[in-house]
């Protein structure tokens, strides 16, 4: 675990616009935070600077709740963290140990979600939020993963069973989403659908299994 935020980092994290993000401080105020992945700089001008999801969640802690780790990468939501690093992690299905479920963990989709559709709206050019942006490109089952969650979907547990599993495919932009039933299926194909992926349902020829294969659209 990382240091907790300073008393003037926290001041300046809950300072930010509650709608944007953004930040006001020196410029040593924060750099010291995008170090520490609790903020980004936009990379056009003029260059603000705003929270990044773990950001969002330092904001949004309880005040006795401990702080959380910040992430190393200063401009994504940390999606890619094995449970019980301290880091956010979106279920993809499976984990042998997967997150303890109950009202903090609904908390912190929710912040994540909303730090991803922010990225979105700062990092594509025309600043939309209805399509993934860059970063979910990169990370693919993690980014499907945390809009399914993030939609009330249910994981499958560590024996496989019972919800969703998210995985890599052999195609480089594409993931493979997995469920119990076809209504489940079917459910976890619209609600990627809806947010920005292009989602089809398929059947593979050795065991006649259906899945969603799924890819960011572009457009």
């Not at 006001?24 to 990044?52: C, N, S, Y």
């Not at 069973?161 to 459910?187: F, I, N, S, W």
């Amino acid at each position: 675990m990382t240091r907790p935020p300073t008393a003037a980092q926290r001041r300046l994290i809950e300072a930010a616009d509650p709608e944007t993000g953004r930040l006001k401080g020196t410029e040593a105020q924060l750099t010291a935070l995008v170090k520490r992945g609790l903020a980004f700089r936009h990379p056009r001008p003029p260059h603000d600077h705003f929270l990044t999801p773990a950001g969002h969640r330092v904001r949004e802690a309880e005040p006795d709740a401990p702080p959380e780790q910040s992430a190393p990468q200063a401009n994504a939501p940390q999606a890619n963290a094995p449970a019980g690093t301290g880091v956010f992690a979106a279920r993809v299905g499976g984990e042998a140990v997967p997150p303890a479920e109950g009202p903090a963990r609904t908390r912190e989709v929710r912040s994540a979600w909303q730090g991803m559709l922010e990225l979105r709206r700062m990092t594509n050019t025309d600043g939309s939020t209805d399509r993934p942006c860059g970063w979910e490109r990169t990370h693919l089952v993690r980014a499907a993963a945390l809009a399914l969650e993030a939609a009330g979907h249910r994981p499958a547990g560590a024996d496989g069973e019972g919800g969703y599993r998210v995985r890599e495919t052999p195609q480089p932009d594409a993931v493979a989403v997995h469920a119990p039933d076809a209504t489940a299926l079917r459910a976890c194909a619209d609600t990627l659908e809806a947010a920005g992926w292009q989602a089809g349902e398929y059947t593979e020829p050795r065991t006649r299994t259906r899945y969603v294969l799924a890819s960011p659209r572009r457009v």
